[in-house]
C-alpha cells in the first residue's frame, strides 16, 4: 500500500520558516515527481512545488519562487518543503503529492495519482 505522509506543519507568523517533510513508501519513487500542492480555506487546490528524484529538476508556482525550496533526500522517498518569508496568503492544507512526470513544466497541471492526508500551515500577523 502507497503512502504519503506529511508532518512539520504548525503556526507560524509572518515571516518565519517552516520546513514540511513528506516520507512515502509502499514503493519506489525513484521515477516519481514528488511535491506539494495546498488548498486554503474557501480555495481550489494550487500547485506549490515539485522535484525529481534527484532535486535537480524543479518547478515552483510563480507564488512561491524565491521563497520556497523544494527537495529530495538521497533515499528518494521523502520529500521537503522549506517555506522561508512566510506569508498570510501561504497559510493552507499542504498535500504531498507524487507521481511520474517527465515534462516538469506540466507540473501546476498534473492530476497527482498518490496525495498525503496534508498538514495545516497557519500563519498569522
Known amino acids: 500500500q502507497v503512502q504519503l505522509v506529511e508532518s512539520g506543519g504548525g503556526s507560524v507568523q509572518v515571516g518565519d520558516s517552516l520546513t514540511l517533510s513528506c516520507e512515502g513508501s509502499?514503493?519506489?519513487?525513484?521515477?516519481?515527481?514528488m511535491g506539494w500542492v495546498r488548498q486554503a480555506p474557501g480555495k481550489g487546490r494550487e500547485f506549490v512545488a515539485a522535484?525529481?528524484?534527484?532535486?535537480?529538476?524543479?518547478h515552483y508556482a510563480d507564488s512561491v519562487k524565491g521563497r520556497f525550496t523544494v527537495s529530495r533526500d538521497k533515499t528518494n522517498y521523502t520529500v521537503y518543503l522549506e517555506m522561508n518569508s512566510l506569508k498570510s496568503e501561504d497559510a493552507a492544507v499542504y498535500y504531498c503529492?507524487?507521481?511520474?512526470?517527465?515534462?516538469?513544466?506540466?507540473?501546476?497541471?498534473?492530476?497527482?495519482?498518490?496525495w498525503g492526508q496534508g498538514t495545516q500551515v497557519t500563519v498569522s500577523s
Open positions: 503529492v507524487a507521481d511520474s512526470l517527465t515534462d516538469y513544466t506540466a507540473a501546476p497541471h498534473r492530476e497527482y495519482y498518490y
Open positions: 509502499g514503493r519506489s519513487f525513484r521515477d516519481y515527481a
Open positions: 522535484t525529481n528524484w534527484n532535486s535537480q529538476t524543479t
